[in-house]
T-cell receptor
Framework: AQSVAQPEDQVNVAEGNPLTVKCTYS??????LFWYVQYPNRGLQFLLK??????LVKGSYGFEAEFNKSQTSFHLKKPSALVSDSALYFC?????????????FGTGTRLLVSP | DADVTQTPRNRITKTGKRIMLECSQT?????MYWYRQDPGLGLRLIYY???????NKGEISDGYSVSRQAQAKFSLSLESAIPNQTALYFC???????????FGPGTRLTVT
């Protein structure tokens, strides 16, 4: 069964420093991987996805993610964090059953960016 | 977020009451989903629908039912609410396979 793991409940980083939010996956076959962000009192917003191609995927708000097949990881990164990046981040993998797509989510990582 | 709307946004209800959460989308997607979010557990799938004639149980469907009234509408019902159904509920839609899933703003439900 497809699954993702986010090993950190919370990540703290100072504004202007690079940030990494970790995600590892377990899938059979080729992985379709996603990152979503949830700001307070808001729904989830799509950040980026990996399906195939370049291992470095660029997304919204200056975020990028690096797909590493050998380490089964899909870490979210940003070169310079902003206070406004503080939010809850979810990694997800697409699971397919009987031709129907659904997302399986990790437990989420809270990112806190301090001024 | 405006493409997927949920009503109500907040609801407090008592144990044993029936409650319906509604979802509408203007994206023209066939696939619709209901998830619940609990702290430390992430999002878990309750039900999903491929089209108006196709409804499937997710990981945690017990105590819930759904209705796909039209391509654009997918409602979630709690027939007899219980306190451990207190959570944040999200409706979502998806179009092409491999594409992103779009989420509504969520409904915060409290069962006392």
């Amino acid at each position: 069964a497809q699954s993702v793991a986010q090993p950190e409940d919370q990540v703290n980083v100072a504004e202007g420093n690079p940030l990494t939010v970790k995600c590892t996956y377990s899938v059979s076959g080729n992985p379709y991987l996603f990152w979503y962000v949830q700001y307070p009192n808001r729904g989830l917003q799509f950040l980026l996805k990996y399906i195939t191609g370049d291992n470095l995927v660029k997304g919204s708000y200056g975020f990028e993610a690096e797909f590493n097949k050998s380490q089964t990881s899909f870490h979210l990164k940003k070169p310079s964090a902003l206070v406004s990046d503080s939010a809850l981040y979810f990694c997800a993998v697409r699971a397919v059953r009987a031709g129907f797509q659904k997302l399986v989510f990790g437990t989420g990582t809270r990112l806190l960016v301090s001024p | 977020d405006a493409d997927v709307t949920q009503t109500p946004r907040n609801r407090i209800t008592k144990t044993g009451k029936r409650i319906m959460l509604e979802c509408s989308q203007t994206k023209g997607h066939d696939r619709m989903y209901w998830y619940r979010q609990d702290p430390g557990l992430g999002l878990r799938l309750i039900y999903y629908s491929f089209d108006v004639k196709d409804i499937n149980k997710g990981e945690i469907s017990d105590g819930y039912s759904v209705s796909r009234q039209a391509q654009a509408k997918f409602s979630l019902s709690l027939e007899s609410a219980i306190p451990n159904q207190t959570a944040l509920y999200f409706c979502a839609t998806a179009g092409l396979a491999g594409g992103p899933t779009y989420f509504g703003p969520g409904t915060r439900l409290t069962v006392t």
